[in-house]
C-alpha cells in the first residue's frame, strides 16, 4: 500500500475513491545499461499505454516540466486517462527515468564490457493507480441501462463479459 498525506483536506475533489489516504498501486523498475536508459524509459511508457488501449480507455501522456518532476528524476511521463463522471483526467502512472541519481546514492554499478566500472540508469514506473483505473474501467464502459461491459483481456479472470446494472 502507499499511503498520501495530503487526502481528505476539505473541498469536492478529496471525496470518494479518487484521492484517498491510502491506496495501491503496482510498482515497475528497470535498471539498464546508461546507453539504454532512453529507449527503455519509452518502452516503459508504451507498455503503460498499452494495456489502457486492451482496456478500452482514452488517455493522455503528458510529459512534465522540471518544477513538477521528482527530485532525483531527468525525465517524467505522467499518464492519465479520462474519467466521464469527473470530466476530467486522472493519473494513473508516472514513468521517470532518474539516469544514475540513484545508483550513485547506492552506489550500484556494472562492468562494462571493457572491465569498466559503470552507472546504471535506474526506471521508475507505477504500473496503474488501481482504484483511479477502477473507476474510469466503470464510468467509461457503463451503458444506459447501468450495466458495465467488461473488457476482453479483463473477462477470463472476471469470467463474464457485462456486469448487471
Known amino acids: 500500500p502507499c499511503f498520501r498525506g495530503e487526502a481528505g483536506a476539505a473541498g469536492v475533489g478529496t471525496r470518494g475513491m479518487i484521492r484517498v489516504h491510502q491506496f495501491d498501486k503496482v510498482e515497475l523498475i528497470k535498471i539498464v545499461k546508461p546507453e539504454d536508459g532512453y529507449a527503455e ?14 482496456l478500452g480507455l ?24 479520462w474519467s ?7 493519473e494513473v502512472s508516472s514513468v521517470s527515468n532518474c539516469e544514475d541519481f540513484q545508483s550513485r ?10 572491465g569498466e566500472n559503470r552507472f546504471p540508469h535506474i526506471l ?10 477502477f473507476v474510469a474501467l466503470i464510468e467509461t464502459h457503463q451503458q444506459a441501462d ?3 461491459n467488461i473488457p476482453e483481456p479483463l473477462q477470463p479472470y472476471l469470467k463474464t463479459e457485462r456486469i448487471s446494472g
Not at 511508457?45 to 498499452?50: D, G, L, T
Not at 546514492?105 to 571493457?114: A, D, P, T, V
Request: a positive charge; proline letters at 1%.
Open 41 to 54: 524509459h519509452d518502452k516503459m511508457v508504451a507498455n503503460a499505454e498499452r494495456v489502457l488501449q486492451l
Open 58 to 81: 482514452h488517455y493522455r501522456v503528458v510529459l512534465l516540466c522540471t518544477g513538477d518532476m521528482g527530485f532525483g528524476s531527468a525525465k517524467t511521463y505522467d499518464i492519465e486517462v
Open 84 to 90: 466521464p463522471g469527473q470530466g476530467s483526467y486522472l
Open 105 to 114: 546514492r547506492m552506489n550500484l554499478r556494472f562492468k562494462s564490457e571493457s
Open 124 to 133: 521508475n514506473g507505477s504500473g496503474t493507480a488501481l482504484a483511479r483505473l
Open 146 to 148: 447501468g450495466s458495465v
